[in-house]
């Protein structure tokens, strides 16, 4: 998404009706990315893939993505016949990956991978079922020498808190 601006110029020779119209490009920040953008910046492929789009981006602070959870998803007939349950770590990972989004794009390595260096506090408070979407939140807490980084991180559910929990990264060569 590209912000612009209008800006009518008046030169002191020029008459209102002799104005020039330019439109600028003040600043160019990407704030949503397709499913097929988030591809490009995560290694991650299908059945592995956990996020369907990123709907917010702040540079360097946060992002949000969203999972469409369905019934033909590879985990569910074993967890569990007759009652499917997104698995926990499952729902860990997803968010995970939107962090990722954030860490990718601070990056000055290209092809960086950044993975799990470990998680903290993580609760589960809700169930996650066939049919849902997650819409997870993850803000970075901290970035050490462009290495390692630590996130906080949401998985909601209508409004309802599923999961949170601290994740910590690292970047491998």
């Not at 030169?11 to 490009?40: C, D, L, V």
């Not at 954030?102 to 260096?117: I, R």
Request: hydrophobic residues 45%.
């Amino acid at each position: 998404m590209s912000i612009l601006t209008e800006v009518n110029i008046i030169t002191p020779t020029s008459t209102e009706s002799e104005a020039i119209n330019e439109t600028t490009i003040i600043s160019e920040i990407k704030t949503t990315f397709t499913s097929e953008e988030i591809q490009k910046l995560l290694p991650h492929r299908y059945p592995f893939l956990l996020v369907d789009k990123i709907i917010d981006y702040v540079p360097g602070k946060k992002a949000v993505g969203v999972k469409n959870v369905t019934i033909n998803e590879p985990h569910f007939p074993g967890h569990f016949p007759g009652r499917p349950l997104m698995p926990g770590v499952l729902i860990v990972e997803a968010m995970a990956q939107v962090g990722g989004i954030v860490l990718t794009q601070m990056s000055s390595v290209e092809g960086a991978l950044f993975v799990f260096a470990g998680i903290d506090k993580v609760r589960f408070r809700r169930q996650v079922v066939p049919g849902d979407q997650l819409v997870m939140t993850v803000e970075l807490l901290w970035v050490k020498q462009r290495r390692f980084g630590k996130m906080q991180g949401r998985a909601e559910v209508d409004g309802q808190l599923a999961c949170e929990g601290e994740l910590m990264f690292s970047l491998v060569n």
